[in-house]
């Protein structure tokens, strides 16, 4: 989200090693700039989009085998399909520009870039929030209604509305704008915020309060979240223990009061005992289903709550990647929104590091699906099945 608001302007610290050299084109200097601290940038993006693209693929494939479509599924369906297209094309994006900074002079490019890079930002956010919200009534509210299916895809469709409405402010917040580039007395055009504009200023500081809202949101939902999965371990040997020694003892009681119905129906003539002992007999075999009723139940709950533990657990490992990921940006913000220079003297003194910095929050849309295999045996299990072809 707020990390595109700055995505464009990398290359302003590369240009101090070049202010002072002879007559120069823009292509050679671009080239120039490349070659010296742009490589490693783009390997990364690189490694970035080609594991995104194919991991988010078999996510959507594995996902959408399913014969029952459950919300966690939906959710995770919908997130997958947003972060491949980020990796499929906002990311190659990025390498564009970081390789032609200058160069690039169509103002449609610019625009059309940045609202996309806003609203899959965004809506990957917002769609973790929704997911740490469903998790929570699942986990903590158990007993009341939830989420239906039909629910949960009205939801998703008014995120997608809100988060491209939203991004659409980005076409009145970028243009491609001429810059002196100090070396040579070149102009150059590059894809940047307008600065001038207090409308792009508000917007900017927005999308960064908005992030850090839902991050703080996020994590308070999980906190409460993983408190009730403690809990429920601690009582749970308990709990067992208690209900193995009740019903032992129900069942010590019933056999002595069987053996005393016994004697006493024996004293009193054959055919009363034997009466007697029919209905014994019969309120034996009843409370003994009704005790292996419950235990099934008992045994069904505890599975279907561990089930929801594992598949919270899974989300929240998500999303804690994915929010680590904006934290360079929301520094790096934080530091230039109060002394300028002191964000050229940090990309300096970080170096080709910086870019990388810059393009970190990618990170959000590639990091899913290798959660998944690594916290979701079934999931695992899917995935081998596509490529055995079965």
């Known amino acids: 989200m707020s990390p595109t608001l700055i995505a464009f302007n ?5 240009l101090m090693n070049y202010s002072n050299t002879s007559e ?4 050679e200097l671009e080239w120039e700039i490349f070659v010296e601290q ?4 783009t390997v990364f993006l690189c490694v970035m989009s080609v594991v995104g693209t194919l991991g988010n693929a078999l996510v959507i494939l594995t996902v959408g085998r399913c014969g029952r479509w459950l919300n966690y599924k939906i959710l995770i369906q919908y997130l997958s399909v947003n972060d491949l297209f980020s990796c499929a094309f906002s990311i190659p994006g990025y390498i564009v520009l970081t390789r032609f900074p200058y160069t690039l002079r169509s103002d449609a490019f610019c625009k059309s870039a940045t609202m996309f890079h806003i609203f899959v930002g965004a809506y990957s956010v917002d769609l973790l929030c929704f997911i740490a919200l469903e998790r929570f009534r699942k986990t903590c509210r158990p007993f009341k209604p939830q989420f239906t299916v039909k629910y949960t895809k009205i939801v998703i469709a008014c995120l997608a509305v809100f988060n491209l409405a ?6 009145f917040t970028f243009s491609a704008q001429p810059i002196p580039v100090h070396v040579g007395n070149l102009i150059g055009i590059r894809c940047m915020i307008l600065k001038e504009s207090i409308f792009a200023k508000v917007f900017s500081k927005t999308l960064s309060l908005l992030l850090l809202l839902k991050i703080v949101v996020c994590t308070i939902l999980y906190i409460i979240i993983g408190n009730r999965i403690l809990k429920h371990r601690k009582q749970r040997p308990r709990t067992a223990s208690f209900r193995f020694q009740s019903s032992r003892n129900s069942k010590q009681n019933s056999n002595e009061e069987s053996y005393k119905d016994f004697k006493s129906e024996t004293v009193n003539g054959a055919q009363r005992m034997s009466a007697k002992s029919v209905t014994s007999f019969e309120l034996s075999i009843s409370s003994r289903n009704g005790d292996s009723t419950r235990h099934k139940n008992a045994l069904k709950g505890k599975a279907l709550f561990t089930k929801s533990a594992r598949i919270s657990f899974m989300f929240l490992m998500c999303t804690c990647l994915s929010f680590i990921s904006f934290v360079p940006v929301l520094i790096i913000r934080c530091v230039e929104s109060f002394d300028w220079q002191l964000r050229k003297d940090m990309f300096e003194y970080l170096g080709p590091m910086a870019a990388i910095l810059y393009r970190f929050h990618v990170l959000n849309h590639v990091i899913n699906p290798i959660v998944y295999c690594l916290t979701n045996a079934s999931f695992r299990r899917d995935c081998t099945s596509i490529f055995k072809c079965q």
């Open 166 to 171: 939203l991004a659409s402010f980005g076409l």
């Open 38 to 41: 742009g490589i490693p940038v």
């Open 10 to 14: 990398t290359s302003d610290f590369m």
């Open 24 to 27: 120069h084109t823009l292509q």
